[in-house]
């Protein structure tokens, strides 16, 4: 997500922070303005520039805006899921942009219901605006901090009203969440690549446990409850976030050519190239290339006009879209013993595919490293890995998965090594969420354990 405060073209810049955080989010997108009076808002299915490749800016022009991206799970589809949301009341309005997943969001929805709300999606983002305006309150601070107090989970909020704009961070900060300026005008992003492009500075990242509310007098920080140590979600630096971030004083890229490194120290093997599988291996793949003194090679390339499958929300999607996406090239593999590296291994459907393709181009072997833990246990902090028997490695051991993709060899990186690639410096708060990795899950499972919503 994307917002901005205090700049003519509003509504173009969040345009633009958005392309940048299209890798996020594929399936819709939406941009809500204010211009001091009103809040108007444009939305749509499809990709950023598709969604608005026919919208007139001047008729959504304002100071202030944001936007988002859609990251579509199996029980969260169609147009009204698309965010932002916006909400109307007599009195004032407020627009409400969401990452993450609240994980007792079951009981507080039947405790609106009880009390006489109707809701109208599955989004944990509409949730927040019942719980806010819940018995009639005003949308102020006070009115917010009560809300999120009664949320478990990790999320990241960015609410916007006609003369103000509140950001807030989960008290883990497990989803990544950043203020940047543009002049005199207040940039928030999900990531520091968002703010670079739209020619913004980077000032610093948003503390867990921490509202910051946002107008023309400046911007003010609250705390709404108390900062747990930062446990910032591991598949960000693996593969969701862009090589060009920064998050929590680590640069993405520099991370994943460590986990290459540290994974070539624990899993070397004979071979005669390195490749890395297009885009969020290839960092790791040089760092492996460079500690295991092989050459590293692009082997694999891919079609630039082919979205991430990971993120597809359903499994004949991702395989349709990984027949689409990469190709090896026979030139660099033909006759080669190759080590392929990839960042993960989620549900197995890539990794099978690219291997017989590399075969099928004449590899004499394919000896496939993964610049990541196996991941066995479900994600509940949004990302779709939500039930254990779609995880390859939660259902075979480390041999049957080396047989189902039909490779020569597998490891994994160990977790000591992921921690040492991402954290630099626990005294300043760095820390990782490897929940998928080791079952450790750092805040609401034993909620989500015991309600009706646990996933199998």
Same mark, same amino acid.
């Given at each position: 997500?994307?917002?901005?405060?205090?700049?003519?073209?509003?509504?173009?810049?969040?345009?633009?922070?958005?392309?940048?955080?299209?890798?996020?989010?594929?399936?819709?997108?939406?941009?809500?303005?204010?211009?001091?009076?009103?809040?108007?808002?444009? +939305?749509?299915?499809?990709?950023?520039?598709?969604?608005?490749?026919?919208?007139?800016?001047?008729?959504?022009?304002?100071?202030?805006?944001?936007?988002?991206?859609?990251?579509?799970?199996?029980?969260?589809?169609?147009?009204?899921?698309?965010?932002?949301?916006?909400?109307?009341?007599?009195?004032?309005?407020?627009?409400?942009?969401?990452?993450?997943?609240?994980?007792?969001?079951?009981?507080?929805?039947?405790?609106?219901?009880?009390?006489?709300?109707?809701?109208?999606?599955?989004?944990?983002?509409?949730?927040?605006?019942?719980?806010?305006?819940?018995?009639?309150?005003?949308?102020?601070?006070?009115?917010?901090?009560?809300?999120?107090?009664?949320?478990?989970?990790?999320?990241?909020?960015?609410?916007?009203?006609?003369?103000?704009?509140?950001?807030?961070?989960?008290?883990?900060?497990?989803?990544?969440?950043?203020?940047?300026?543009?002049?005199?005008?207040?940039?928030?992003?999900?990531?520091?690549?968002?703010?670079?492009?739209?020619?913004?500075?980077?000032? +610093?990242?948003?503390?867990?446990?921490?509202?910051?509310?946002?107008?023309?007098?400046?911007?003010?920080?609250?705390?709404?409850?108390?900062?747990?140590?930062?446990?910032?979600?591991?598949?960000?630096?693996?593969?969701?976030?862009?090589?060009?971030?920064?998050?929590?004083?680590?640069?993405?890229?520099?991370?994943?050519?460590?986990?290459?490194?540290?994974?070539?120290?624990?899993?070397?093997?004979?071979?005669?190239?390195?490749?890395?599988?297009?885009?969020?291996?290839?960092?790791?793949?040089?760092?492996?290339?460079?500690? $295991?003194?092989?050459?590293?090679?692009?082997?694999?390339?891919?079609?630039?006009?082919?979205?991430?499958?990971?993120?597809?929300?359903?499994? $004949?999607? /991702?395989?349709?879209?990984?027949?689409?996406?990469?190709?090896?090239?026979?030139?660099?593999?033909?006759?080669?013993?190759?080590?392929?590296?990839?960042?993960?291994?989620?549900?197995?459907?890539?990794? /099978? +595919?690219?291997?017989?393709?590399?075969?099928?181009?004449?590899?004499?072997?394919?000896?496939? /490293?993964?610049?990541?833990?196996?991941?066995?246990?479900?994600?509940?902090?949004?990302?779709?890995?939500?039930?254990?028997?779609?995880?390859?490695?939660?259902?075979?051991?480390?041999?049957?998965?080396?047989?189902?993709?039909?490779?020569?060899?597998?490891?994994?990186? $160990?977790?000591?090594?992921?921690?040492?690639?991402?954290?630099?410096?626990?005294?300043?708060?760095?820390?990782?969420?490897?929940?998928?990795?080791?079952?450790?899950?750092?805040?609401?499972?034993?909620?989500?354990?015991?309600?009706?919503?646990?996933?199998?």
């Amino acid at each position: 997500m994307f917002g901005i405060w205090g700049h003519e073209q509003a509504a173009e810049i969040t345009y633009y922070g958005l392309h940048a955080l299209q890798h996020r989010g594929q399936e819709g997108a939406g941009i809500v303005v204010s211009d001091g009076e009103t809040l108007k808002l444009h +939305r749509d299915l499809g990709l950023v520039n598709d969604v608005f490749k026919r919208t007139s800016f001047s008729k959504i022009s304002g100071r202030a805006a944001i936007g988002h991206v859609h990251y579509t799970v199996q029980e969260d589809k169609g147009i009204d899921s698309v965010q932002p949301l916006l909400f109307r009341s007599q009195t004032s309005s407020m627009a409400l942009a969401e990452v993450g997943n609240i994980m007792n969001a079951h009981k507080l929805r039947g405790e609106l219901e009880d009390e006489g709300s109707i809701l109208q999606t599955t989004s944990d983002t509409e949730l927040l605006a019942h719980m806010i305006k819940r018995n009639g309150k005003d949308v102020t601070q006070t009115s917010i901090t009560e809300a999120l107090q009664q949320f478990t989970g990790a999320y990241g909020y960015v609410i916007l009203q006609e003369d103000k704009m509140h950001v807030a961070l989960d008290p883990h900060g497990i989803r990544p969440l950043s203020i940047g300026k543009l002049g005199d005008a207040i940039i928030v992003a999900s990531e520091t690549c968002a703010i670079d492009l739209v020619g913004g500075t980077f000032e +610093r990242e948003v503390l867990p446990g921490e509202l910051i509310t946002i107008s023309d007098h400046g911007m003010e920080s609250t705390r709404f409850t108390l900062r747990e140590q930062r446990q910032i979600c591991a598949m960000e630096y693996v593969y969701l976030s862009r090589p060009d971030s920064d998050l929590n004083h680590v640069n993405v890229h520099t991370s994943r050519k460590k986990m290459g490194i540290e994974l070539a120290k624990e899993s070397p093997v004979e071979a005669d190239v390195v490749t890395g599988v297009p885009d969020s291996s290839i960092s790791a793949a040089i760092g492996y290339a460079e500690q $295991s003194g092989l050459p590293y090679e692009m082997g694999i390339i891919k079609n630039r006009y082919v979205g991430r499958t990971f993120i597809q929300p359903s499994q $004949s999607l /991702r395989e349709q879209g990984v027949k689409l996406k990469l190709a090896p090239v026979r030139g660099i593999v033909d006759g080669k013993r190759i080590v392929m590296i990839d960042d993960s291994i989620v549900r197995g459907t890539t990794s /099978r +595919r690219i291997v017989r393709m590399l075969k099928q181009s004449g590899a004499k072997e394919v000896h496939v /490293r993964i610049a990541s833990p196996a991941i066995e246990h479900p994600c509940f902090y949004g990302i779709d890995m939500s039930t254990k028997k779609e995880l390859i490695a939660a259902n075979h051991s480390k041999e049957e998965i080396c047989d189902l993709i039909e490779a020569d060899s597998v490891a994994f990186l $160990s977790t000591e090594g992921l921690e040492q690639a991402i954290v630099k410096d626990k005294t300043i708060h760095q820390g990782i969420c490897n929940a998928c990795m080791t079952g450790n899950y750092p805040v609401g499972y034993d909620q989500l354990r015991h309600s009706q919503k646990m996933p199998k």
